[in-house]
Antibody
Framework: EVQLVESGGGLVKPGGSLRLSCATS????????FNWVRQAPGKGLEWVSS????????FYADSVKGRFTISRDNAKNSLYLQINSLGAEDTGVYYC??????????????WGQGTLVTDSS | QSALTQPASVSGSPGQSITISCTGT?????????VSWYQQHPDKAPKLIIY???NRPSGVSNRFSGSKSGITASLTISGLQPEDEADYYC??????????FGGGTKVTV
């Protein structure tokens, strides 16, 4: 069974940093691309970042470029999101998501349960 | 990276059919067939219900169907049921290698 479990969320001071993790199991991690998607309280989904299976392609939404860094550790079957210079607009639930297939274009068929990041202001 | 455009809300009676539109641009919906739809119930993670415009993942009811014409994609829910009451989001892969979501549509049964 494919599983994605996020962790690392919490209350952070404005301008602070946080590292989110997504532990995965049930499939060959190294063959897939991954995405981070977030959702502010009461708002819609916002795509944040993606990383290809070979780290060849990394993309960010304009709203997080220069502040967020996506990475992966194939040996630990884990995905990460480093959040720096956190602002109120970054508050929300952060989901990691995997495509249906190994193709980096593949639609997001598997999602974690999310981890909540809150700006303490 | 502008969001795709969806109606804020759509409602219908049990048994009826409803359609949700999703309008993008020539750089996303109009360029790729990687258009997907997600269902989200309150306090739950999104669930993929349509991928690559019109395909249903295993286990998703055939009451859900998707289509695309030009820069507009559509999700149709037939035989509306109470459990279909949820938020629905469209999404597309883009020429820039990024993804974009619609603003979401609240479906009321």
């Amino acid at each position: 069974e494919v599983q994605l479990v996020e962790s690392g969320g919490g209350l952070v001071k404005p301008g602070g940093s946080l590292r989110l993790s997504c532990a995965t199991s049930g499939f060959s991690f190294s063959y897939y691309s991954f995405n981070w998607v977030r959702q502010a309280p009461g708002k819609g989904l916002e795509w944040v970042s993606s990383i290809s299976y070979g780290n060849t392609y990394i993309f960010y939404a304009d709203s997080v470029k220069g502040r967020f860094t996506i990475s992966r550790d194939n040996a630990k079957n884990s995905l990460y999101l480093q959040i720096n210079s956190l602002g109120a607009e970054d508050t929300g639930v952060y989901y990691c998501a995997r495509g249906l297939s190994g193709n980096s274009h593949s639609d997001l068929g598997y999602w974690g349960q999310g981890t909540l990041v809150t700006d303490s202001s | 990276q502008s969001a795709l455009t969806q109606p804020a809300s759509v409602s219908g009676s049990p048994g009826q059919s409803i359609t949700i539109s999703c309008t993008g641009t020539s750089r996303d919906i109009g360029f790729y067939d990687y258009v997907s739809w997600y269902q989200q119930h309150p306090d739950k993670a999104p669930k993929l219900i349509i991928y690559e415009v019109s395909n249903r993942p295993s286990g998703v009811s055939n009451r859900f169907s998707g289509s695309k014409s030009g820069i507009t994609a559509s999700l149709t829910i037939s035989g509306l049921q109470p459990e279909d009451e949820a938020d629905y989001y469209c999404s597309s892969y883009t020429k820039s290698g990024t993804r974009v979501f619609g603003g979401g549509t609240k479906v009321t049964v």
